[in-house]
């Protein structure tokens, strides 16, 4: 039987470069860097004091001012990305039938200030003192239900938490919810707000964390010989899926096509890949064979490349393995500029690759001064024009969770 066909109808991101959409691809293509010290909170002690922060956080009109004083940045970023998306893609809202209209905004970890602060009060001030909001604003799922009481959608609504695959998971079941007839519309991706005093501290204890605190802009950089660990990131990503029936009865502009997705689990260890990349390989071609293609159709990577000493090349060795002709692929890390924002990466990175398909231009990787050897992609290190025929784009977390969204032009590009 063959697969309705779903398409990209709009963007909206929150970031370290702001948010709009157009404006952090730009950031992108001319190769900044969103990395600073961190002067939000004290952490002269800890061995990372650097970050991608998002600061001067303001979401305008898009929230109620009462509501963004007292809810998590987390359910906020999500709030602002999503009206975005919908912004972007041209939706008005009173058309739709919002029976079929989903949400699906995972997090890796929620409302982690609302958490702390929490603790902090029953500590401090005892019992009698903790906010009735405290369990709300503490879950994963708050920000798509938030977002779901402010547009009236009320299809498909939940959230999925897997790490940093948390994105690219919730990418592949929005879309699923689409293929299977009981939605027309979903918002979709990922949101995290991490960078706080037990967030940085946490990450830092895993030993996860570049400690190049004397040079934020060059502590971030996949596949060089002198990475040390990963810059943290924050923000959210998110996609409006459509039906391509539904997107072409409302003369949607068409910003590329969601071809497939593929999930797998390294079943390995908490926090390290396997070095073999053979989950990983796993899941691009379960990717490839939900999208119809081919691996030789493929010229366009956006890789989850961290930064990290083990995890990059166990991707690239992962990737070798599903493309025998690696130098005819081009290949990025968004991670080099943003940082790694969790739960939000693979929405945020699903964003730059439909950015990539629609402009014909892919963002450098910055910070490559020293290639590991046997790379064999071509890795830009300045903004490059690429026709992308189909781009993948990886996501993996904690756990051993893998996800790989595939995308290509519409209409296809063959």
């Given at each position: 039987?063959?697969?309705?066909?779903i398409v990209?109808?709009?963007?909206?991101?929150?970031?370290?470069?702001?948010?709009?959409?157009?404006?952090?691809y730009?950031?992108?293509?001319?190769?900044k860097?969103?990395?600073?010290?961190?002067?939000?909170?004290?952490?002269?002690?800890?061995p990372?004091?650097i970050?991608?922060?998002?600061?001067?956080?303001?979401?305008?009109?898009?929230?109620?001012?009462?509501?963004?004083?007292?809810?998590?940045?987390?359910d906020a970023?999500?709030?602002?990305?999503g009206?975005?998306?919908?912004?972007?893609?041209?939706i008005?809202?009173?058309k739709?039938?919002?029976?079929?209209c989903?949400?699906?905004i995972?997090?890796?970890?929620g409302?982690?200030n609302?958490?702390?602060?929490?603790?902090?009060t029953?500590?401090?001030?005892?019992?009698?003192?903790?906010?009735?909001f405290?369990?709300?604003?503490?879950?994963?799922?708050?920000?798509?239900?938030?977002?779901?009481?402010d547009t009236g959608?009320?299809?498909?609504?939940?959230?999925?938490?897997?790490?940093?695959a948390?994105?690219n998971n919730?990418?592949?079941?929005?879309?699923?919810?689409?293929?299977?007839?009981?939605?027309?519309?979903?918002?979709?991706?990922?949101v995290?707000?991490p960078?706080?005093a037990?967030?940085?501290?946490?990450?830092?204890?895993?030993?996860?964390?570049?400690?190049?605190?004397?040079?934020?802009?060059?502590?971030?950089?996949?596949w060089?010989t002198?990475?040390?660990?990963?810059?943290?990131?924050?923000?959210a990503?998110?996609?409006?899926?459509?039906?391509?029936?539904?997107?072409?009865?409302?003369?949607?502009?068409?910003?590329?096509?969601?071809?497939?997705?593929?999930?797998?689990?390294?079943?390995?260890?908490i926090?390290?890949?396997?070095?073999?990349?053979?989950g990983?390989?796993?899941?691009?071609?379960?990717a490839?064979?939900?999208?119809?293609?081919n691996?030789?159709?493929?010229?366009y990577?956006?890789?989850?490349?961290?930064?990290?000493?083990?995890?990059?090349?166990?991707e690239?060795?992962?990737?070798?393995?599903?493309?025998?002709?690696?130098?005819?692929?081009?290949?990025?890390?968004?991670?080099?500029m943003?940082?790694?924002a969790?739960?939000?990466?693979?929405?945020?990175?699903?964003?730059?690759?439909?950015?990539?398909?629609?402009?014909?231009?892919?963002?450098?990787t910055?910070?490559?001064?020293?290639?590991e050897?046997?790379?064999?992609?071509?890795?830009?290190?300045?903004?490059?024009?690429?026709?992308?025929?189909?781009?993948?784009?990886?996501?993996f977390?904690?756990?051993?969770?893998n996800?790989t969204?595939?995308?290509?032009?519409?209409?296809?590009?063959?």
């Open positions: 039987m063959t697969k309705k066909r990209i109808t709009g963007l909206g991101v929150v970031s370290c470069f702001g948010n709009d959409v157009d404006l952090f730009k950031q992108l293509l001319e190769g860097s969103g990395a600073a010290a961190i002067t939000e909170f004290p952490c002269e002690d800890f990372t004091r970050a991608a922060m998002i600061k001067d956080f303001d979401p305008g009109e898009y929230i109620d001012k009462k509501q963004a004083r007292r809810i998590d940045k987390c970023y999500a709030l602002v990305a009206k975005k998306a919908l912004e972007h893609a041209h008005d809202l009173e739709l039938d919002k029976t079929r989903g949400i699906l995972g997090s890796g970890m409302g982690m609302q958490f702390c602060e929490g603790v902090q029953l500590l401090e001030k005892g019992a009698k003192r903790i906010t009735p405290f369990v709300p604003y503490i879950l994963t799922n708050m920000p798509g239900a938030m977002l779901a009481m959608f009320m299809g498909p609504n939940y959230s999925i938490s897997t790490a940093c948390t994105g919730s990418i592949i079941a929005a879309a699923n919810h689409i293929r299977s007839g009981n939605a027309d519309v979903m918002l979709c991706g990922g995290e707000a960078i706080i037990m967030g940085m501290a946490g990450f830092a204890a895993c030993k996860a964390l570049s400690q190049r605190n004397d040079e934020p802009t060059k502590a971030s950089r996949p060089d002198g990475r040390d660990g990963f810059l943290m990131g924050e923000g990503g998110v996609l409006v899926l459509e039906s391509l029936e539904h997107a072409l009865a409302r003369g949607a502009t068409i910003l590329a096509e969601y071809l497939g997705g593929g999930l797998s689990c390294d079943a390995h260890h926090t390290e890949p396997r070095a073999d990349g053979e990983v390989a796993q899941c691009v071609r379960n490839l064979s939900d999208a119809g293609v691996a030789e159709d493929v010229n990577i956006n890789a989850h490349a961290t930064s990290t000493p083990v995890g990059d090349l166990a690239i060795n992962a990737v070798k393995k599903v493309f025998k002709n690696p130098g005819k692929i081009t290949m990025n890390a968004t991670k080099s943003i940082g790694h969790l739960g939000a990466a693979g929405g945020l990175e699903a964003v730059v690759s439909v950015m990539a398909v629609k402009e014909k231009m892919v963002h450098p910055i910070n490559l001064e020293d290639r050897p046997d790379l064999e992609f071509n890795i830009p290190t300045k903004a490059e024009h690429l026709d992308i025929r189909v781009g993948i784009s990886n996501s977390g904690f756990g051993g969770h996800a969204v595939v995308f290509g032009d519409y209409p296809r590009n063959t």
